[in-house]
């Protein structure tokens, strides 16, 4: 199970290198929408340490 939850850590990288594409891709037009992806950057890559952290306390505490 371990695994699985290990290959969701990586999906918020993903999420935010997607993100992180996108303000890139509109930051001319759409200011105020890109700021708006940055926020989600940032909130992924919190989310990638924080589970990330979760899991390894997780697999401590089980061993």
Do not use: H, P, T
């Amino acid at each position: 199970m371990s695994k699985f939850f290990r290959y969701f850590e990586y999906a918020y990288l993903l999420f935010a290198a997607f993100f992180l594409f996108e303000a890139f891709r509109i930051w001319g037009d759409q200011r105020n929408r890109a700021y708006l992806f940055l926020f989600f950057v940032c909130v992924a890559i919190f989310m990638f340490f924080f589970k990330r952290r979760f899991r390894r306390k997780y697999e401590d505490r089980n061993k």
